[in-house]
């Protein structure tokens, strides 16, 4: 059964760091764009990060760019987010997902996690 469950979410101050990771199951990450999605309370999902299936590169947020650092390895099925100077417009429920493309893996996503809450105060 195809899974992926994310860990490593909390409570970080502004200008914090934290590290998200992603473990999967079921399936060959080498054979999807994977990344990471978030959503915030009533707005609509962001993409953050995804690794394309196609050149294996990783595409970044606008929001998120030189921030945010997405990892990989293959072998383990893992997956990671590194993230910096957190504010409170990074506060959302963090998801890693899987799909035939990146421009799938945000909102039709084949395979995606429960989630992760970050939370940045104000």
């Known amino acids: 059964q195809e899974q992926m469950v994310e860990s490593g979410g909390g409570l970080v101050q502004p200008g914090g760091s934290l590290r998200l990771s992603c473990a999967g199951s079921?399936?060959?990450?080498?054979?999807?764009?994977i990344g990471w999605f978030r959503q915030a309370p009533g707005k609509t999902r962001e993409a953050v990060v995804c690794?394309?299936?196609?050149?294996?590169?990783?595409y970044y947020g606008d929001a998120v760019k030189d921030r945010f650092s997405i990892w990989v390895d293959a072998a383990k099925n893992s997956l990671g987010l590194h993230m910096k100077d957190l504010t409170a417009d990074d506060a959302a429920v963090y998801y890693c997902?899987?799909?035939?493309?990146?421009?799938?893996?945000?909102?039709?996503?084949?395979?995606w996690g429960q989630g992760t809450p970050v939370t940045v105060p104000t």
């Open positions: 079921g399936f060959r990450f080498d054979d999807y764009s």
């Open positions: 690794i394309s299936s196609d050149d294996r590169l990783a």
């Open positions: 997902a899987a799909a035939q493309s990146c421009q799938r893996v945000t909102y039709e996503p084949t395979f």
